[in-house]
């Protein structure tokens, strides 16, 4: 009645810090549900928070219980984790805890170690910046009159397919006269992340659009070393389908390059692909009129 706040465990003070921890000990909260492992990580994407040491001990010990609980549950948790506002935190601290060892193990597998043979960026790495990239585009589309949507709806097409698109790239990685290669890891891929989904009970609908995404991801390049006729142009518009706008997203997102010159030269390319689809759309429309 006197409106002073009860606070057994100390939940004020950590929200004021930023930090996440159990009531009780983690051990027996994960014990009780091992889910709650999983939404230890959604909560710090979800809020931006930091996982307190010892949950993220029990979190590294007890990740092996996730095995018992099902596939729609980890999904959902795994859902919630990409449409919050800062899943790079989330997908970290699994990947850190061996979490994804056990839900989703192709994205431990991406972190390449970087030898004095194989001499290439973290493909793990690379793939966390593609999809923070990924969702600014997909904020950005949404903007009204310059500024953010405030009924934006957050895209999981999308932010699947950017953390998804070269968990091939392990499975294909080579040497060949120096050079690192990663030949056909759009089709590895998309195969590898179609048993994925599947695994977790994903609806097809999304199966299908990510896995054509991640195949599709790297065809943009061949604009860029060649010009392509019109008829080039409206086969990879035809071959994306209702993916377009997504693919889009995707192809620009997956420029990560330090290298200002070479960025700048792969945004104009693009600019100019879109420029010649947005031209072709308008000349089908105005012949079928005539």
Known sequence: PDLELVDPCGGLADLSAGILRTPVSAEQSFDDDPLRIM????????LGFDVEMDVMTAMEEMA???EIVSAERVRAELERLLISPWPRRGLELMVHTGVADVVLPE???????????FRHKDVFEHSLT???????LEKARDCKDGRPDPDHEPDLVIRLAALLHDIGKPATRALEGGKVTFHHHDVVG??????????????????????QLIEQHL??????????TDSAVRRYVRDAGDQLEHLHILTRSDCTTRNRRKAERLRRAYDELEARIDELRAQEELDAIR
Do not use: N
């Open 39 to 46: 939404r230890a990580a959604r909560f710090a994407a979800q």
């Open 64 to 66: 092996p219980r996730l």
């Open 107 to 117: 994205l431990p597998a991406m972190r390449l170690e970087r030898d004095e043979h």
């Open 130 to 136: 593609v999809l923070d990239q990924a969702i600014a």
């Open 190 to 211: 998309a195969k590898l992340a179609r048993r994925r989904l599947r695994a977790l009970h994903y609806p097809r609908s999304v199966v299908d659009a990510v896995c």
């Open 219 to 228: 065809r943009f390049h061949g604009y860029g070393e060649q010009d392509w």
